[in-house]
């Protein structure tokens, strides 16, 4: 049951329910095509069918791959009975690319932490999965474009969420390498390519991926402190992961270099960044904030553990990460509920609601608007970056 909440909430109840209508009539009304388009972020209508089966089949594909490679390492490796390698190489697979972090063992990834046959194929799997479906659908199209036309064109949104996750996992690495180094309770104890290795697994599982092959308990503040950072920004726009997303991130970025720099617009790639873009980002990001501190706030008057630990619990709730210093089970039901009411509000993003039923419009306006810019609308509450896909602002944002 849980390996199936897993693949469905990874998939979007948005876009599993329209997907199970085209598989059963081969047909999808309008309505129906606007409500995976927002999840999706795609923007054509006519485009949806294609998003849809598109999205499955990747899913699929990259799981499937994962599982036969996991299964037959349990089976060979560990020498287990055939349906429980199968098993737990799948299990393992769906809940590595929706980014849940379920394990089947007590201590998750632990006993795995010096075979890289087993956490990297895990690792890949949370990765693409955070990079989110319009990234990787994107990948494959221009993929084959390239094959065709010997040209390759990203989207503004591809290169930024495809260089942000990068950055982020290589200073990841990097700063948990140097400050678990020595600790004996986590890196310590291993060889430096070891150490190296589970650095980077640390760093991508940080992105809201949940699993942990040291323990997470014995790290320093510092590294706790890290791992919140990385948690509280998350992955891709309309992926697995949660966060406020690295595109918000990148954003943000871009808002600083330009007022650090005096510069009067704020630009990525050389694309100058729309207004309404930047407030976006900046309510995201403030709304984000918000809700941690109230959370650390409220879990901090009924728990006595230290604030770093506390912390680490609010950001990771809100991430839907699942990584834990082993305080969710010390806290009372007051404190749980808050957890969960954090990990319910991070699911859906912070401002999935407030912009849609918020924003003023005139009764005229509303009629006028149409289908598809009502899918640009909605599929923007979500990500800093899906704008409206047929607006330039200046000469600069992206229309492809």
């Not at 104890?189 to 949940?210: C, I, P, Q, Y």
């Not at 890290?226 to 690295?246: D, Q």
Request: charged share 15%; net charge positive; with cysteine.
């Amino acid at each position: 049951m849980i390996l199936a909440l897993i693949q469905v909430g990874g998939f979007g109840i948005m876009t599993m329910a329209p997907l199970l209508a085209l598989l059963v009539s081969g047909k999808l009304r309008l309505r129906m095509q606007l409500t995976p388009a927002a999840e999706t972020k795609s923007f054509g209508i006519g485009d949806v069918r294609r998003v849809l089966i598109g999205v499955a089949g990747t899913t699929l594909a990259v799981e499937l791959v994962v599982e036969g490679w996991l299964a037959l390492r349990f089976r060979f490796g560990y020498d287990r009975p055939i349906a429980e390698s199968a098993y737990s190489g799948l299990f393992h697979a769906v809940s590595a690319f929706n980014n849940a972090g379920f394990g089947l063992n007590v201590d998750s990834l632990i006993p795995y932490a010096q075979d890289p046959w087993v956490t990297l194929p895990i690792a890949l799997a949370v990765i693409l999965g955070g990079l989110a479906f319009p990234v990787l659908l994107e990948l494959l199209r221009h993929r084959t474009r390239r094959r065709l036309t010997g040209r390759r064109t990203w989207t503004l949104h591809t290169r930024m969420t495809l260089l942000t996750t990068l950055v982020l996992l290589l200073v990841g690495t990097v700063l948990t390498c140097l400050l678990e180094w020595t600790n004996p309770g986590t890196l310590g104890r291993f060889g430096w390519d070891e150490k190296v290795l589970n650095g980077f697994l640390h760093s991508a599982m940080g992105r809201t991926a949940g699993f942990n092959a040291v323990d997470i308990g014995a790290m320093r503040a510092s590294t706790l402190l890290m791992t919140c950072t990385l948690m509280f920004i998350g992955g891709g726009s309309a992926g697995t992961a949660g966060g406020i997303k690295v595109t918000t991130f990148a954003v943000l970025a871009a808002a600083i270099r330009a007022e650090v720099r005096g510069e009067p617009n704020s630009t990525v790639m050389g694309r100058r960044l729309a207004p309404h873009v930047l407030r976006q980002a900046l309510t995201v990001a403030l709304l984000a904030v918000g809700l941690v501190i109230g959370a650390t706030l409220a879990l901090l008057n009924v728990s006595s553990a230290p604030m770093e630990a506390v912390l680490f619990e609010a950001v990771s709730a809100f991430g839907t990460v699942g990584l834990s210093t082993g305080l969710t089970a010390d806290f009372p039901d007051s404190g749980q509920l808050v957890l969960i009411l954090l990990m319910f509000v991070g699911r859906l993003g912070p401002v999935t609601s407030p912009p849609t039923f918020w924003r003023r419009t005139s009764p005229t306006s509303g009629r006028r608007r149409s289908a598809a810019s009502t899918v640009r609308s909605w599929s923007g509450s979500g990500s800093t970056t899906s704008c409206c896909r047929s607006t330039r602002w200046a000469s600069g944002w992206p229309t492809s």
